[in-house]
């Protein structure tokens, strides 16, 4: 994504928006390797949690850092024109997220925010942590049938250029 300059990379992020993310492919292919069993955006929760692994009553949300505001994050540009615009509605979008996990967790379920740049910069750590908050006294990913993260990125890379490509209705 570095390689749109911002202006751009807003364009691009705007699209793909709603859409199955490379942060997500990962996070999703790494719980299923941990033999996890999920459900995707379901519906009737608040803020249509991105997985929601109902059997821990965990729901995770895979935040992308330009939307949802990742703080002090290099991702959480301001674009330069209409800045008002954006201001609104990124100060909406966090206003959102915040309702909505005040909602699930009035609701009975663990709400776990990973954000995009943390799952790009270190996968397994990431679903370290997740595992540990899921099922404290279960073994955790198996390293010796994991692929290293090179290959995990380039599969949800793939994944998700698959995905774009196929995507005629945006
Ligand atoms: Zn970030």
Redesign the pocket.
């Known amino acids: 994504m570095d390689i749109w300059p911002p202006e751009k990379r807003s364009a691009v992020m705007a699209r793909i928006r709603g859409k199955d993310t490379k942060p997500e492919l990962i996070v999703r292919s790494l719980l299923h390797r941990a033999g996890l069993r999920f459900a995707l955006r379901r519906k009737d929760l608040p803020g249509k949690p991105d997985i929601v692994l109902p059997k821990y009553s965990t729901v995770i949300f895979v935040h992308g ?1 330009f939307w949802h505001r ?1 703080k002090g ?1 290099k ?2 540009t301001m674009p330069k024109s209409r800045q008002d615009f954006w201001q609104a509605k990124f100060e909406a979008n966090v206003a959102r997220d915040k309702r909505n996990q005040r909602d699930l967790k009035e609701a009975g379920w663990n709400v776990i925010v990973l ?4 799952v790009e910069r270190d996968p397994f750590a990431t679903i370290e942590k997740v595992l540990k908050a899921i099922r404290p006294d279960s073994p955790t990913l198996d390293y010796n049938t994991l692929p290293d993260k090179r290959t995990i990125l380039k599969a949800a890379e793939s994944r998700h250029q698959w995905n774009l490509s196929n995507d005629t209705n945006s």
């Open positions: 850092c990742h994050c991702v959480a954000w995009e740049c943390q």
